[in-house]
């Protein structure tokens, strides 16, 4: 009987740790602690205007944007870009946006649907840089993000 009060109580902390320790990446619908690079950084903000191809180093798809939408930044260190990115949205429909990135990109490293809702993704790496472009499906067109790191 000992033991199994024993295990009942080990089965109870463990649970009650699990469950205040909060969801870590359990698919939950908490809010997350955003990621903020150090405010020492000196920083750029593009906000309002698309950074160019040559800027992110992956096409960026132009067609029937929500100018709205648009939010870009750039974040240098002693002189040098090492973070250059953008989120925005087209009003085009998400087939649209895949097949012209694929027609630009080839075949997307992974796709995710959750909910009926569709992500796809590249990864390009050149010259020292890592641009990952990322589109995923909405109901009222497709959402873009693009983001350039130095490696």
């Known amino acids: 009987m000992k033991r199994k009060l024993f295990c009942l109580f080990t089965i109870l902390v463990i649970v009650a740790a699990g469950s205040l320790s909060g969801c870590g990446g359990c698919g939950c619908q908490d809010e997350h602690p955003v990621y903020l690079p150090p405010e020492d950084l000196p920083q750029s903000d593009y906000s309002g205007s698309l950074p160019s191809e040559a800027e992110l180093g ?3 798809y132009s067609d029937n944007l929500d100018p709205s939408s648009v939010q870009s930044s750039k974040t240098e260190t002693d002189g040098e870009v090492t973070h250059v990115g953008v989120d925005y949205s087209t009003f085009d429909d998400f087939d649209t946006v895949l097949a012209w990135y694929e027609g630009q990109l080839g075949e997307p490293k992974e796709t995710q649907e959750i909910n009926g809702q569709y992500t796809v993704w590249w990864i390009l790496v ?13 109901d009222d067109g497709t959402a873009i993000s ?6």
């Open 58 to 60: 992956a096409p960026v």
């Open 126 to 138: 050149k010259d020292g840089k890592q641009a990952e472009v990322i589109i995923t499906g909405k």
């Open 146 to 151: 693009i983001l350039n790191d130095k490696l």
